[in-house]
């Protein structure tokens, strides 16, 4: 049987592990597109033409973009459709 401050203490390590794990997920969204929109164009100013952000890689306009969590999430990442090259990634 676990005495009261056993089960506290079991508590408290839970809710530290988990925000823990949450700050971690939170600091690495964008470790697989570690460039902003921002830091994209400017290292790669062909990618800016008239109809949009094109890939760097293969020329294509069609992009996909993510949301980290959900589709409505404010973060996210983007994705060539063409050759799957991650791109950048923004905050809106
Ligand atoms: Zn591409």
């Known amino acids: 049987m676990i005495s009261g401050i056993g089960a506290l203490m079991v508590v408290i390590v839970a809710v530290v592990f988990y925000a823990f794990l949450a700050w971690f997920v939170f600091k690495n969204w ?7 929109i921002y830091e994209y164009v ?9 109809k949009g952000i094109i890939c760097r890689h293969c020329g294509s306009r069609s992009l996909r973009n993510l949301g ?6 404010n ?7 063409g050759c799957a090259s991650p791109l950048y990634h923004m905050s809106r």
Do not use: G
């Open 68 to 73: 980290i969590d959900e589709e409505t999430d």
């Open 42 to 50: 400017e290292q790669f100013p062909q990618v800016k033409t008239k």
């Open 75 to 81: 973060r996210r990442l983007i994705t060539c459709n």
């Open 30 to 36: 964008n470790n697989s597109h570690p460039l902003s």
